[in-house]
């Protein structure tokens, strides 16, 4: 399985909107959408907090790159997922992110670095440009054997992706 980092929102400010800022303007019902999000979480055993604001995910996603270079990538994604969707935390902080990466553990001093020097920038750069010339424009999106599915996926959906 390979990580490809996308550009969710890449406009977002460092402190993040609302959930209602996000979506103004459009006719969405939030509400609705975070009673759906919580039953299929619940369904599927996963744990949902009831996060009101979206963050800028860059930053995370560059020391995601360095976590998978250090064998921690599966680690730092799903330390990552529940930071952000169960606890809510403000993944474009420095700070968060490197307390992020030392529970794993990673290094701390290491993590800071990569992060105030933007070293996994291009990295991050050709998977947006990758992404784009996939045609993904949705997370998490699956592709395998020439095919694809879209949002969260029960296991037996994903099972028959990857069968030939």
């Known amino acids: 399985m390979e990580w490809l980092a996308f550009p969710l929102h890449p406009e977002t400010p460092e402190e993040g909107v609302t959930l209602e800022e996000l979506f103004k303007g459009r006719n969405f019902d939030i509400d609705a959408m975070m009673v759906h999000l919580k039953g299929v979480a619940d369904s599927l055993g996963l744990p949902l907090g009831n996060r009101k604001k979206t963050y800028n ?28 969707f169960v606890d809510g935390i403000n993944l474009a902080n420095i700070d968060l992110l490197v307390e992020l990466a030392e529970s794993i553990p990673l290094n701390g001093v290491a993590a800071r670095r990569i992060l105030e020097e933007r070293v996994y920038q291009h990295a991050v750069d050709r998977d ?27 296991y037996e959906a994903l099972e028959m992706l990857i069968q030939d």
């Open 57 to 84: 995910s860059r930053l995370a996603q560059e020391l995601s790159k360095w976590a998978e270079e250090e064998g921690r990538g599966d680690a730092f994604h799903m330390a990552m997922f529940k930071a952000y």
């Open 128 to 154: 947006w440009q990758r992404a784009h010339a996939l045609g993904i424009t949705a997370v998490p999106t699956f592709l395998a054997n020439g095919r694809r599915l879209v949002g969260a996926q029960t």
